[in-house]
């Protein structure tokens, strides 16, 4: 199950890196829903810090989000 997540995550966070460019509000929020599964497969793979990056990532995006028009 967790490949599968990885499987998803890691396509997931191609896409919106994609759309960040060319539809900037999907794209940041498809960042933020992506990034809070990298978390949670990081921290299952008992990787904190590499874990805490994602939620780092999940604040920069969720606040990239907000700020577009």
């Given amino acids: 199950m967790i490949k599968i997540l990885e499987?998803?995550?890691s396509i997931g966070l191609l896409v919106s890196t994609y759309f960040c460019g060319?539809?900037?509000k999907v794209?940041?929020?498809m960042f933020f829903v992506t990034n809070i599964l990298y978390a949670y497969i990081m921290f299952y793979k008992?990787?904190?810090f590499i874990g805490i990056t994602g939620i780092i990532l999940c604040i920069i995006s969720f606040r990239n989000f907000v700020r577009i028009k």
Avoid: A, E, M, Q
Wanted: with cysteine; glycine share 16%; net charge positive.
């Fill in 7 to 9: 499987i998803i995550c």
């Fill in 22 to 24: 060319h539809k900037p």
């Fill in 27 to 29: 794209g940041w929020f």
């Fill in 46 to 48: 008992g990787l904190i």
